[in-house]
């Protein structure tokens, strides 16, 4: 008797194939994609975004300006403050506070969040061209501050060796300044690009909705 199979195991020619799922066939496509390719395309367009939003901090733009621009401006400000221009960390947090009750705290969390995100991608390039640094990297600061960051990156790459997606998230989730160590040595142990991204946003995001929420919160105990 036949049971629908043929010979090899499979489904016979008259079975429907089960079809994948969107989110199947999209993680599917992502990791068809050499993470070469998707790290030189995530540089381009981090290094298209640096020259489009230092041009208006030449310009002088402020916080005023930023809440402004709504929505670009918290993406925009949140890129900056996580890559080049720390000072504007708290401006960047402070934009996804006080614009969410106006434009949405979703919205404004996901830009936010992706802002942050998409900065990282600072370190991952920095930590590919450095293979094998982050075993010997040296802390170019001295006394008690430079010790304190050289065990914090040494438990970083212990933790990041044994693992490293749920260390990405933790640390991209919860506000420290040491992420920049995680990135680099996902970079320098040659982490596939998704692998990297995927934790960081998701961590970046949460903590953004969890900022955004909290200030419509507040702005209705206000109201």
């Known amino acids: 008797m036949s049971d629908g199979r ?44 640096t020259v489009l939003s230092i041009l208006p901090l030449f310009l002088g733009l402020s916080r005023s300006d930023a809440e ?49 995100a998409l900065a990282e991608v600072i370190p991952y390039a920095v930590g590919r061209g450095l293979r094998g640094w982050s075993t010997t990297r040296q802390i170019p600061v001295r006394g008690r501050a430079g010790r304190w960051l050289q065990e914090a990156a040494r438990l970083i790459d212990q933790l990041m060796r044994n693992y490293g997606v749920p260390t990405l998230f933790v640390l991209a989730a919860v506000p420290n300044p040491v992420f920049e160590f995680a990135g680099i040595t996902a970079g320098a ?13 998701l961590g970046k995001i ?18």
């Open 6 to 49: 043929n010979s090899q195991g499979g489904p016979s020619a008259g079975e429907p194939r089960e079809s994948k799922t969107l989110g199947e066939r999209t993680v599917t496509l992502v990791r068809s994609i050499p993470s070469s390719v998707l790290l030189v395309a995530a540089v381009i367009l981090v290094a298209s975004l």
């Open 206 to 223: 949460l903590r953004a909705l969890l900022l955004a929420f909290i200030g419509e919160g507040f702005a209705d105990l206000l109201g």
């Open 68 to 116: 402004k621009l709504g929505y670009p401006g918290v993406f925009l400000v949140n890129f900056l403050g996580a890559s080049f221009i720390p000072t504007l960390t708290g401006v960047g947090q402070a934009l996804i506070v006080t614009l969410a009750s106006k434009l949405g705290p979703v919205q404004v969390g996901l830009l936010g969040g992706a802002g942050m």
């Open 189 to 201: 142990t040659r982490m596939k690009f998704w692998q990297f991204l995927l934790p960081v946003s």
